[in-house]
């Protein structure tokens, strides 16, 4: 197991109950390997913190924004949430050096790392929110993730492919883009799925991801470039 003081010292938190902390860093795959761990793996965690991340970051956009519209806030909220940004902030914290992964998990890299990154946040935010509330959640996450609101708005890293393929498609062929799951394969823990795009009948694109999320950008990229509205 790991020692988490050095987290704690570097966040400035200190849990009260120091299970809650490491769960929140226990992968699935773990588990596997070292079946004498009395404690579950994060996905609880993670279910938990996925809610309390989007309250805070909609109670910001909301305090902040008072003038915005619904539609530019949930743009700018989604950017904010994606699994590319929260696994930004995870690394910079330095998570990757805390995760409890098998043999296996730990060799991996690129897209199958962003995404256990980004749940673990999620789930470090659950384990917050069990052990000291809402307020201390709130922080943490105004800190870490929603300093790179300027930058998504500066750069308008809001403006994701699958949005800019449904403005588009619906400007140009008067119809609304549907996405597919076409395929699912690997284990519970790192499923990669693979999603079709379709106008209409036509299937335009198809792209994969380690998220259904993630699979539709990737697909509404391959979209835009094969109708040759980049």
Known sequence: MRDFCDLEKKLEIVFKNKDLLTQAFIHRSYLNENPQVVLGNNERLEF?????????????????YPNE???????????????KMISLAAAKIGFGDFLLLSKG?????????????????????????????????????DKYLLVFLDEII???????????????????????????VLDEQGPDH???????VFLGRELVAKGGGYSKQEAEEETAKAALKAKGWV
């Open 48 to 64: 938990l913190g996925d809610a309390v991340l989007e309250l805070a970051a909609t109670e910001f956009l909301y305090a902040k």
């Open 69 to 83: 519209s619904e539609g530019k806030m949930t743009s700018w909220r989604a950017a904010l949430v994606n699994t």
């Open 105 to 141: 998990e730990a060799r991996e890299d690129g897209k199958s790392r962003q995404y256990i990154l980004a749940n673990t946040f999620e789930a470090f935010i659950g384990s917050l929110y069990l052990d000291q509330g809402y307020e201390p959640c709130r922080k943490f996450i």
């Open 154 to 180: 500066k750069q308008e890293l809001y403006k994701d492919a699958k949005s800019r393929f449904q403005e588009v498609a619906q400007e140009i062929v008067k119809v609304t883009p549907t996405y597919q």
């Open 190 to 196: 790192a499923k990669y799925f693979s999603v079709g």
